[in-house]
């Protein structure tokens, strides 16, 4: 079962927005390069894997490496991982001094410790590693008002897929019921948290009186991974699903072969979990064109598109 | 003193070309990419330097990753390799089996170490790295028509340079004078090694009855380096030097402090050097536009030019 999130008392919202870095699967090609991708949340950065030339990819994306504090690395693969050198490389020479925090498997560590006895000379930040090795989503990272989930995949090595959302906002009141009810001050927190009031006279009820300014948005990003039964539940709802579809359907022996997905397989977990849109990629050198991927999952996740990279994905705020 | 290069009896001469992949130094920017080359010497590929999103660049430069057989590293900055870890892979996912040469300094070894460690699953090819660790210009590699010398610069850490060049070809005897002294099939033999031919009767001077057929080609890479005396002398006479020019002759200070040239240099290595034409890269990324650069060289140096990611360099076979 997905954890509930916590609430948030954040009242100024902001841009939650998807960047896609890289499409390709293990091998790069001329417009595709390894994956990685960086999600904006309220101008906080987390970057997502980091496939060869991520460092230059971000540049050309115009983002600010000092504002990257969070790395998400889902397993140790070369093409998820070996784009990190540099850009921690660069990091240092660009004058970083605060704590870079990287979630990652146990199996980064001597990767880690391989960058900083060889290139860590001069590296005035520290990078703190947050291991992960759950069973089910856990909260890997939380703020005011944002929060990130982890989670296992089923890939051919340990893997985990992440989930970064708001969290939910303070109820608003409505102005009418404070003075219909001649609310207390204790009385407006309490419906604020999403509680009921509750007075000798009765009850009154938080659905009557209060409501969400806005619905909290979510991001996933599962890759890579073949199916399995959970991943629906715990990515019920997100608003983005980023699932990778490694091959389209008639490559299905491969896939399952490889630990990915096909198209199909991405789409029926879109479905299942009731996402808002699908997005895939991680998509197979074979296929130069997957202008045939985007139909496949059609038929069964309408709002299904293709990752491009320089492509950002808005999630628009939703007042309610 | 610079070795002399042996004879070829080669005789069909195709292309010699330098293609850019990066000229970008420490800090990679929107247009730059980190050090990396491929030399085409009549069809045999010197991959030289490995900055990162060097396997991306080869693809969109349309190299063949399976013709390359031979990698130049430098010294071991993550700019000159952090590219090898990604090209090594997909070499590797290609269907490598042919042994991959690698001449780089020692201090290469726990790179390449680790990655086997790591990342080395499934390759079914060997690295043979060729360590490099002269005190003036060697010969590390030699094919029956090519073959590659290795010299250390003067860099923060251990460096090498490479001349890459066409050996001697054998000599052509002019058909009158076969007819004229009556030249034996031995004395022929004699006079295409460059060798006089000693009768009884006299010496018939191989001056006056042979040609070089084509003047050999060279091509000369020197990056990382701060000047140095020797240098000018290991590359003297090479049709094409790439010298590093870091920063404009008014950083002359952070140059020195930092262990590279300047353009003045640079141009000053050229001239001393008589090399046919100078190409420089490794800009600085404070310089977004080097065209000043060029001005700078050519008042010293009017063979001057900037190396740009893309361009190709022909050295053209020159008939004698």
Redesign the interface.
Known sequence: MLLQPSRTSLRKVSNFSLKILGTAS?????NR??SAQVLDVRGRLFLIDCG??V??SL??AGVSFLKIDNICISH?H??HI??I??LL??MG??GRSTTLNIYAPRSFA??MK?FFS??GEGLKYRVEHHVLSMKSPEVVFSSKSTEMLAFPLNHRIETYGFMIREKMPMMNVRKEAISRYGLTLAEIGTLKRGEDVVRESGVISNSDVAYLPYSPRSYAYCSDTAPFPELAGWVRGVDLLYHEATFPESMADMAAKTFHSTTVQAARCALEAAAGRLLVGHYSSRFPDVSSFLHEMREIFPESYLAREGDTWEIPLVHL
Not at 26 to 30: D, N, Q
């Open positions: 293990a091998l790069p090609t001329v390069n390894p060869e030339g460092q230059i540049r050309k140790i070369g093409d070996f784009g050198f540099g490389s660069t020479m660009l001597p990767i391989f060889y290139f």
